[in-house]
């Protein structure tokens, strides 16, 4: 682990037997999923979507809540997972490589996948509403937990020192010291996680698989059906709505937990600009907020204080109590968990040898395809967020007022604007690859802007005036001061903009639309294909094949791009 301009980077960079053991218990998984799936009734009818206005509040409200679950369970998920891998060595060698191979997943391929086996099982509205959230929490669990892990592993020592000397147990030190340090990077990518939850959103609420119509009601399936319609009026409506909850969640949410966040800042000095809220700063000067805090708040925190204090206690005697050890009792399920997922791995091997010979070199210029167009979207997305991250970043008061602004139009899903694209797009030549890599940029180039704004905004103040009082300009300063520093989170938005390029591939290259299949060659389409088609063997295949590609594109560029950065551009 090495710590360069702020950022905090563990670095491994080539495949290793735990990602060759955890891909093939995902692919066994995968299989026993899909033969799970083969099950389903052959046919689901889907809502009946009006497109009058009065119905898009109670749209509107069935989504937010299904936002609002999954990102429940990411938050969750995020801060027990990320704590056991950070607290326990054991455990952090299990869920690091195993977190590194899920967040490669093609959510969207997984998605027929979850759907189809929840109907085999469970009642089909309960069903359909369970695979929309999974696939949420999908888009959203995996940047938030890093980030936890992360600000536990960064502590600073003389912190943890102090814990042990005030003699704090495992939940007065989570509560006043390791959840107060990752508190701003958890709020930023929690902001970062309900923006990117949006565009899967509107999918998991559209898709339908040949009979079965999965669709949900909710503003996903408002605006989609508005733009086969071709109801501009409704379109309108609807993306009101949704800029409207966007807004309404920056400014009643996200905004008053970043002003109350700037309190567990660590700096020596007070901020030039820090982070002010309208509704903070009025339930700061409201009576009612002290009741609040000394009513109940703090009442309620002192028994849980106590309770928890007691249960640490049991605890840490428990070993010397029990003769059994953790790991035996563990033993027998997890026998049975590999015996079940070894019989799987089998029979999708089986599945896989099943494909026509024509597979394997159409699967190899899908793949190549797909990552011309990810790499030209990559491309434009560099060419402007960069100049425009340091410009905002590094004006600290400009980024105050210019920062809601881009989280609001982030906000926007690249799916509910992509019907009015290709209504102007596919008009023209080559018109349905244009819009599949403006799709891809629309999804993925603001995780490269706040990245580079996070970036520059670290930047520390003194080399800054020392780049002024040197008279160093233009492009040796770039070079010497500010490529330099940014770099490592630069890697990092490349990273995460990759892997939700990848993902829109399977939206972007295969779109039905007004009535008509526009398709091209690529993975993604193979995908959407298979998944229309309900040929199981092709998706598994297409699916390995890409998670496949991502896994060892992070491996063999990003993380070696990261060990590059630590050793020739880390700040001691």
Known sequence: MRRFFGAFIPIRVALTGADAVILLLLSAFLFLAMTLAVRAPATISGPTIRLT?????????????????????????????????????????????????????????????????????????????????????????WNMTFSFYQSMITIPEDLREAARIFRLHPWLRLRHLELPHAA??????????????????????????????????????????????????????????LIGIIVGMDQLVWRPLLAW????????????????????????????????????????????????????????????????????????????????????????????????????????????????RVMAAQAIALAWTVPLGVWIGMNRALAPRVQ??????????????????????????AGLEAAAVLLMLMGTQWYLLFNVIAGASAIPRDLIFTTEILGVRGWQRWRVLIL?????????????????????????????????????????????????RGDYPMLLAATLVMILVVVAINRLLWRRLYAMAAERFRLE
């Open 404 to 429: 809601p602004l881009i989280q609001v139009v982030a906000s926007i899903p690249a799916t509910a604007l992509f019907p009015v694209v290709l209504m102007v797009l596919l008009r023209l030549p």
């Open 261 to 372: 966040a700037d309190k567990f800042r660590l700096e020596l000095v007070e901020s030039d600009e820090a982070p002010g809220s309208w509704l903070y700063d009025l339930w700061q000067r409201a009576t009612l907020s002290a009741w609040v805090v000394e009513r109940i708040w703090d009442p309620l925190m002192e028994q849980v204080d106590r309770m928890m204090g007691v249960l640490s206690e049991r605890l840490a005697a428990r070993p010397a109590t029990n003769p059994i050890p953790g790991w035996l009792l563990g033993l027998p399920l997890g026998v049975g968990a590999l015996l079940g997922l070894g019989y799987g791995l089998g029979l999708a091997i089986r599945w896989l040898a099943a494909l026509p010979p024509g597979a394997l070199p159409l699967l190899a210029l899908a793949t190549l395809a797909s990552m011309g």
């Open 53 to 141: 206005p009065e119905v898009l509040p109670y749209y509107a409200a069935r989504s937010l809540l299904r936002m609002m679950a999954a990102y429940a369970l990411s938050l969750l998920f995020s801060l027990g997972v990320g704590y056991l891998a950070a607290t326990s060595r054991l455990a952090g060698r299990v869920i690091l490589p195993l977190l590194d191979v899920l967040q490669s997943v093609p959510i969207l391929s997984f998605l027929p996948v979850v759907a189809l086996s929840l109907t085999a099982v469970l009642p089909e509205d309960t069903a359909v509403e369970l695979a929309s959230i999974v696939l949420i929490f999908t888009s959203q669990v």
């Open 484 to 532: 330099p520093a940014i770099f490592p989170y630069l890697i990092t938005g490349l990273i995460t903009a990759s892997g939700g390029a990848w993902n829109a591939t399977i939206v972007a290259e295969y779109v039905e639309f007004a009535g008509r299949t526009h398709t091209t060659l690529g993975l993604g389409a193979l995908i959407a294909q298979a998944t229309g």
């Open 184 to 241: 701003i990077p958890l709020i930023w990518n929690s902001m970062m996680s309900w923006a990117g939850g949006w565009f899967f959103l509107m999918a998991a609420e559209t898709f339908t698989v040949g009979a079965r119509d999965f669709r949900l009601a909710g503003l996903g399936t408002y605006l989609q059906m508005a733009a086969e319609a071709g109801d501009l009026g409704a379109q309108a409506w609807g993306l009101g709505v």
